[in-house]
């Protein structure tokens, strides 16, 4: 029954969603306020029932309700409970009701929060928000119906994948989705902004804090991502170049790029056309995504939904929804001519650098994954193109990007002198130069990554810190002040150090990792590095759905026991797959990563000992990344902007 | 095994999966005595895919077909060839799809040289927008729409 309701209420947010696209669009044209006013309402409509389609579902997977076709085909009776609740996006149909979910509660956002709004672009971003959710929920209707019965219900279902049943699914799908699904709004007031031919900086000052909340999402979402595939896979690599990690990159990217783009917008009044632009493709590359995931167009590692018909119908709305905007952009983007008039030196030019390198990057990745495709049906050369590609592809930009961030950042608007940014940066160059030659004199023959990635995480993480000080005025009190300073400033400051640390802990990890593969028998102690590791123990153990081989490795240093670790080995008998669990002991310099594999003939263990330096530095960065949104997101800025746009509606922003 | 085209279905966006078994890629008897060819034919794997895994390379993959790869390599070495030397020996039996580094060789430059082509494309450009930009006479800042300049006009005019 409860199910039953849960798909009705589906259907009935389809056609609050067309009503939502429709009306207050033909309203927006007229200027019929009432008709403009049918937005809210919709959009709230929209959000309750696709919530109470989602509780319902929720429900049926809680319940193990085998008579639904979807969950008996990922979950079972004896599955722990986070993973019955998780389940449910963990699967094709589930999580493309999560993404209309996000998609109503974003339209909902806009609607409940944007009374501030002119009234006619309010009504054209919620229409062009719905029209959105109409194609998705299209698809979900048509093509993916998770609300499906079978006719006999089986007594059991057939367990989710083992791989999925892990913490990381009830968190990185969702902030993933509400990253994808949040840059839909920056893509709605995009279009909204061409059709009604007007862009200004109070857009810019409205669209700046959605892309910054979806982008945060994203942070966060691919950073779980990786950290997950880190312990899970066995063997601790972060980050694959695989299609569907390029598909959730390359919407990071350009978000990054939108966001710094926004800002000159918002301030100067320039690089309008290119933000809207960007806007558009930032979206785009996020449906191009789902497409890649949901078609099995490409080769990839992550198990998807392959399906060619929905493929087909994904990628319609991929052309309709970015072909259409493009279109748009292209008969409209000529009323915006830009405004403000600055230097070849300055900090918007600095920010259109910053852009070229992100937007560049972006399409070398897009370049690189579409490459096997293009390579198939027009050379007729089945080819591969893989991590090594893109290392040596992709590296460079960001090189050089943590090259330019520091000064970048603290170029004055409008007309700067570059010498004297650069003098002010010396003694942030001096450390990180003084830091990379001593690391180089302690590394031996080994490459030069290492010391490469110790100078750019230093330069970049001392120039943030120096561009905040810097802020602080000359004379005494600087330390207050360093307080008082806006919160954008801290944001940006923390946004730009976490992207130092990442590159400086992405280089020392692929630089320094230290590997260690042998047979082990019975209380042997080896040594890896600096470490001593015994095996003292292997148990056969039973967990609520699996079979488990349990090793217990002493982990000891100088002879001194650290701690134990307990490396298993599982098999899942439902779903017939077998999993690596890894043991890490996490430290703030390194990782102890511990594998245990299968028994030799003579009675030992394969066991796998890594020593991963500065593997928690990664995910810090990215995780130090997304507190800077968060920090510039709650500036005083853009909580006053929206009370104070309306009295300075009509007047030219200051420049 | 009926249930693995389910399962593909089932899973969802996590990252890199593998439907082999846990035991992890290079084998304890695979390993060459001699560490520096080992080092170089660890080098060479990680740059060869596995042919029946869905991408991965064939040092991490638990395939067999993988650990056959890693043993071929391996030979090769022992037998005198060069690092690419092995990788054309395995080139010509298996194809180009192999390479997880594309070759250079037909259109692949393109692939290549989209990246540097992109960057000077974008440079010339913003150079020609900056340069627009700086030098821009003051722009008369009528922030008027074309309604209110019609009106303008209609008033001036009478």
Redesign the interface.
């Known amino acids: 029954m409860i199910t039953e309701l849960g798909h009705f209420a589906l259907v009935l947010a389809f056609m609050a969603a067309i009503v939502q696209m429709v009306v207050p669009m033909v309203g927006a044209q007229k200027r019929w306020s009432s008709w403009m006013s049918v937005a809210e309402p919709a959009a709230t409509l929209q959000l309750l029932m696709t919530g109470f389609a989602f509780a319902a579902l929720m429900h049926a997977f809680v319940t193990s309700d085998f008579s639904l076709r979807v969950v008996t085909m990922n979950s079972h009776s004896a599955k722990p409970m986070l993973y019955k609740i998780s389940g449910l996006w963990g699967n094709h149909e589930g999580s493309m009701l999560l993404w209309v979910l996000i998609v109503s509660l974003f339209g909902a956002m806009a609607a409940w929060f944007g009374g501030n709004l002119p009234p006619t672009l309010r009504a054209r971003v919620l229409s062009v928000q719905a029209a959105i959710g109409v194609a998705f929920y299209g698809f979900i209707l048509f093509t993916s119906n998770p609300f499906l019965r079978l006719a006999v219900p089986p007594f059991d279902g057939e367990d989710l994948n083992p791989l999925l049943q892990d913490p990381g699914l009830a968190f990185h799908p969702p902030f993933l989705y509400l990253g994808y699904v949040g840059l839909s709004m920056s893509f709605s007031f995009a279009v909204a902004a061409l059709i009604e031919g007007r862009v200004d900086a109070a857009w810019a000052r409205w669209v700046r804090p959605w892309t910054l909340a979806a982008w945060i999402f994203l942070t966060i979402g691919i950073a779980l991502g990786s950290w997950w595939a880190y312990y899970e896979l066995g063997w601790g690599g972060f980050w694959f170049w695989d299609p569907v990690e390029n598909a959730s990159f390359m919407p990071w990217l350009l978000a990054a790029a939108l966001l710094h783009s926004a800002i000159v917008v918002e301030k100067r009044e320039a690089l309008k056309s290119w933000t809207i632009l960007l806007a558009i493709l930032a979206f785009g590359f996020s449906l191009i995504g789902t497409f890649i995931v949901r078609s099995g167009l490409l080769t990839s590692v992550h198990a998807f939904a392959t399906d060619p018909e929905r493929g087909v119908f994904i990628l319609i709305i991929l052309a309709v929804f970015t072909g259409g905007a493009l279109v748009l952009f292209a008969a409209r983007a000529s009323v915006m001519e830009a405004r403000g008039v600055f230097s070849m030196v300055s900090r918007e030019s600095a920010l259109v650098v910053n852009n070229i390198l992100l937007a560049v990057s972006s399409f070398v990745v897009f370049f690189g994954t579409l490459w096997p495709i293009v390579a198939e049906m027009a050379f007729d050369r089945k080819l591969s193109v893989g991590p090594p590609f893109f290392n040596s592809a992709f590296t460079p930009f960001m090189v050089v990007l943590g090259l330019v961030l520091p000064i970048g950042a603290m170029l004055p608007w409008k007309r700067a002198r570059l010498g004297r940014v650069i003098w002010s940066l010396r003694y942030a160059f001096a450390l990180a130069v003084a830091l990379a030659l001593l690391v180089w004199a302690m590394q031996t023959g080994r490459s030069a990554l290492g010391p490469v990635g110790v100078f750019l995480g230093t330069w970049v993480v001392s120039g943030s810190a120096l561009d905040l000080w810097t802020r602080t005025g000359r004379s005494g009190g600087r330390l207050k002040r360093l307080v008082r300073l806006p919160r954008a400033d801290w944001g940006k400051s923390a946004a730009h150090a976490g992207l130092g640390i990442t590159i400086f802990a992405i280089a020392g990890l692929t630089a320094w990792e230290q590997e260690d593969i042998r047979v082990v028998q019975l209380d042997e102690p080896f040594t890896v590095g600096a470490y001593e590791l015994t095996l003292t123990g292997v148990e056969q153990l039973r967990g609520p759905n699996y079979f488990t081989t349990m090793g217990t490795v002493v982990l000891a240093r100088d002879g001194k026991v650290l701690t134990q670790l307990h490396p298993e080995k599982r098999v899942y008998p439902v779903a017939q797959m077998p999993t690596t669990e890894a043991a890490i002991d996490n430290g703030v310099t390194r990782d102890v990563y511990v594998v245990i594999g299968d028994q030799q003939d003579n009675g030992g263990w394969t066991v796998r000992t890594y020593i991963k330096p500065f593997a928690n530095w990664v995910w810090g960065g990215a995780l130090l990344m997304a507190l800077g949104g968060l920090l510039s997101l709650s500036d005083r800025r853009f909580r006053v902007a929206a009370g104070a746009r309306k009295s300075v509606q009509q007047t030219v922003p200051a420049e | 095994?009926r249930?693995v085209a389910?399962?593909?279905?089932?899973?969802?966006?996590?990252?890199?999966?593998?439907?082999s078994?846990?035991?992890?890629?290079?084998?304890?008897d695979e390993?060459l005595a001699d560490p520096a060819m080992e080092a170089r034919a660890r080098e060479i794997s990680?740059?060869l895919?596995c042919l029946v895994?869905?991408?991965?390379?064939i040092d991490?993959s638990n395939a067999e077909l993988a650990r056959d790869l890693r043993i071929l390599v391996r030979e090769r070495l022992v037998a005198g060839d060069s690092n690419t030397e092995t990788v054309a020996f395995i080139v010509d039996r298996y194809?180009?799809?192999?390479?997880?580094?594309?070759t250079t060789i037909?259109?692949?430059w393109l692939?290549?040289a989209?990246?540097p082509l992109?960057?000077v494309m974008?440079?010339v450009m913003?150079w020609f927008?900056?340069?627009g930009?700086?030098s821009?006479a003051?722009?008369q800042?009528s922030?008027l729409t074309k309604d209110e300049q019609e009106r303008l006009r209609h008033i001036l005019e009478e």
Do not use: H, T
């Not at chain 2, 078994?21 to 304890?28: E, H, I, N, R, Y």
């Not at chain 2, 895994?53 to 390379?57: S, T, V, W």
């Not at chain 2, 194809?95 to 594309?102: A, F, I, K, S, T």
């Open positions: 095994m249930r389910d399962l593909f279905r089932g899973a969802l966006l996590v990252l890199v999966l593998m439907l078994g846990p035991v992890g890629a290079v084998q304890p390993i990680k740059d895919r895994c869905r991408n991965e390379n991490e194809g180009e799809y192999v390479l997880l580094r594309p037909g259109a692949n692939l290549w989209a990246g992109m960057l974008a440079l913003a927008y900056l340069r930009r700086s821009a003051r722009p800042e922030a």
